[in-house]
Nanobody
Framework: QVELVESGGGLVQPGGSLGLSCAASGTILSLTNLGWYRQAPGKEREMVATITGGGSTKYADSVKGRFTISRDNAKRTVYLQMNSLKPEDTAIYYC??????????WGQGTQVTVSS
């Protein structure tokens, strides 16, 4: 029943900005931690940013100061605003949900490509 659908990916030049959205259904968002992960070709999937139901955030060191994660439970959406993008940010970005710390779900992913 839980479904996560990402949108907003695309091609952007280095130094540019891009905003990602993830629409969630089938879960009680107030009890759900949300996050964004990414996977570059040939690399392991890594955490980019997470946000708890109470609004506490964590960021990977590589994106701290450039990316901002936020959520709107009324809209059932989690966002990732990406600024000052670098070529190394190129990856498939996945939305993640963790219900009660035990039930984990993934979106299908959206491609972000940073290139001149």
């Amino acid at each position: 029943q839980v479904e996560l659908v990402e949108s907003g990916g695309g091609l952007v030049q280095p130094g540019g900005s891009l905003g990602l959205s993830c629409a969630a259904s089938g879960t009680i968002l107030s009890l759900t931690n949300l996050g964004w992960y990414r996977q570059a070709p040939g690399k392991e999937r890594e955490m980019v940013a997470t946000i708890t139901g109470g609004g506490s955030t964590k960021y990977a060191d590589s994106v701290k100061g450039r990316f901002t994660i936020s959520r709107d439970n009324a809209k059932r959406t989690v966002y990732l605003q990406m600024n000052s993008l670098k070529p190394e940010d190129t990856a498939i970005y996945y939305c993640h949900a963790d219900l009660l710390g035990n039930f984990k779900y993934w979106g299908q992913g959206t491609q972000v490509t940073v290139s001149s």
